[in-house]
């Protein structure tokens, strides 16, 4: 079959309006669980400080009868501090684009705040589980809150902390706190699997020094390991009479001698890293409350302003433990 000679079709036409979807169809992943989970509390200065404290090792206490004690010095309490950080979006929009053309969805000023605080409080995330260290920055250096990974540290370093190099692996340090900052992380290049041994070492660590981890926080990569474990290879699922039966693959909760802890994946812990946290340890100190700000109109223009300022608290760091999959340096 062929066409009528003379017909005009849609290939011809100038009049066709556009077909489109008034929807915008976002794709949003917003699963800030640290800082959704974590306490809040607020603070009154640019460097916030804090004491946590340990008891001596337990050791065999056997005192002569009538004996004329010797006093020892009590261990003193740790103090130290972190530094806020702001964290800001801006938004420049043309008053074209906000008051005169028509546009998809809501009015674009509404939508572009809506975005801008969405990745605002991803980047927090970000930053708070991070291995950036801290720093009181100066007139043309921004200040720097240390993150969870930074404040987590090896059992060696000048405060011992609750890192874990997984079995295979016999090198690496992990920094410390001194000078009032504490020092960021850096990863060295041997790849190494996490296995369950190195998850319960990291547990026993932290249950020693009392805390009780609940949450495993991980990455895509940290929880392939975890999932591919041949020691979890047995699950109890309970289900309802109706409930249809589900088939498994993935541990999302692991038990040890030492706690339970749920696996909870994370966009934003670094790739090699898993943290075991007791997040009643863990807070976020607000300085600034994220607020949007309307800055000065200079031209043809609207200008926004999304700022907040924070930092970590990490109350008492051997709480918690953490698994590194590379050699830290």
Same mark, same amino acid.
Request: charged share 20%; proline share 3%.
């Given at each position: 079959?062929?066409?009528?000679?003379?017909?005009?079709?849609?290939?011809?036409?100038?009049?066709?309006?556009?077909?489109?979807?008034?929807?915008?169809?976002?794709?949003?992943?917003?699963?800030?669980?640290?800082?959704?989970?974590?306490?809040?509390?607020?603070?009154?200065?640019?460097?916030?400080? @804090?004491?946590?404290?340990?008891? /001596? +090792?337990? *050791?065999? !206490?056997?005192? %002569?009868?009538?004996?004329?004690? =010797?006093? $020892? &010095?009590?261990?003193?309490?740790?103090?130290?501090?972190?530094?806020?950080?702001?964290?800001?979006?801006?938004?420049?929009?043309?008053?074209?684009?906000?008051?005169?053309?028509?546009?998809?969805?809501?009015?674009?000023?509404?939508?572009?705040?809506?975005?801008?605080?969405?990745?605002?409080?991803?980047?927090?995330?970000?930053?708070?589980?991070?291995?950036?260290?801290?720093?009181?920055?100066?007139?043309?250096?921004?200040?720097?809150?240390?993150?969870?990974?930074? @404040?987590?540290?090896?059992?060696? /370093? +000048?405060? *011992?902390? !609750?890192?874990? %190099?997984?079995?295979?692996?016999? =090198?690496? $340090? &992990?920094?410390?706190?001194?000078?009032?900052?504490?020092?960021?992380?850096?990863?060295?290049?041997?790849?190494?699997?996490?296995?369950?041994?190195?998850?319960?070492?990291?547990?026993?660590?932290?249950?020693?020094?009392?805390?009780?981890?609940?949450?495993?926080?991980?990455?895509?990569?940290?929880?392939?390991?975890?999932?591919?474990?041949?020691?979890?290879?047995?699950?109890?699922?309970?289900?309802?009479?109706?409930?249809?039966?589900?088939?498994?693959?993935?541990?999302?909760?692991?038990?040890?001698?030492?706690?339970?802890?749920?696996?909870?994946?994370?966009?934003?812990?670094?790739? =090699?890293? $898993?943290?075991?946290?007791?997040?009643?340890?863990?807070?976020?100190?607000?300085?600034?409350?994220?607020?949007?700000?309307?800055?000065?109109?200079?031209?043809?223009?609207?200008?926004?302003?999304?700022?907040?300022?924070?930092?970590?608290?990490?109350?008492?760091?051997?709480?918690?433990?953490?698994?590194?999959?590379?050699?830290?340096?």
């Amino acid at each position: 079959m062929a066409q009528v000679s003379g017909t005009t079709d849609t290939f011809d036409s100038a009049i066709l309006k556009e077909s489109l979807d008034s929807v915008i169809w976002d794709l949003f992943p917003m699963d800030t669980y640290f800082i959704s989970n974590a306490d809040k509390v607020n603070v009154g200065n640019t460097q916030h400080q @804090w004491v946590f404290d340990s008891l /001596a +090792a337990a *050791a065999a !206490n056997k005192q %002569l009868e009538g004996d004329d004690v =010797t006093y $020892t &010095t009590l261990a003193t309490a740790v103090r130290v501090s972190n530094y806020t950080q702001i964290s800001s979006k801006t938004i420049l929009l043309s008053d074209t684009y906000t008051d005169g053309v028509k546009t998809v969805g809501q009015n674009p000023m509404g939508r572009a705040i809506m975005k801008a605080m969405k990745e605002l409080k991803r980047d927090m995330e970000f930053t708070c589980l991070g291995k950036q260290g801290s720093s009181a920055g100066a007139t043309a250096t921004a200040r720097a809150t240390g993150g969870v990974e930074a @404040w987590i540290w090896g059992q060696g /370093a +000048a405060i *011992a902390g !609750n890192t874990v %190099l997984p079995s295979a692996n016999t =090198t690496g $340090t &992990t920094p410390s706190y001194a000078t009032a900052a504490v020092a960021g992380v850096t990863d060295g290049t041997t790849g190494i699997t996490v296995t369950l041994a190195d998850i319960t070492s990291a547990l026993e660590l932290a249950w020693t020094d009392g805390g009780e981890p609940e949450i495993l926080l991980c990455s895509s990569v940290q929880k392939g390991d975890i999932d591919a474990m041949t020691s979890l290879a047995t699950r109890n699922v309970d289900v309802g009479r109706t409930d249809p039966l589900p088939i498994s693959n993935t541990a999302n909760v692991i038990v040890t001698s030492f706690g339970t802890c749920k696996v909870i994946l994370s966009r934003y812990v670094h790739r =090699t890293t $898993t943290l075991a946290l007791d997040m009643s340890q863990w807070a976020v100190g607000r300085l600034r409350p994220i607020k949007v700000k309307d800055m000065a109109k200079t031209g043809d223009a609207e200008k926004k302003l999304l700022v907040g300022e924070y930092c970590v608290i990490a109350r008492n760091p051997n709480s918690s433990a953490k698994l590194t999959a590379f050699a830290s340096t």
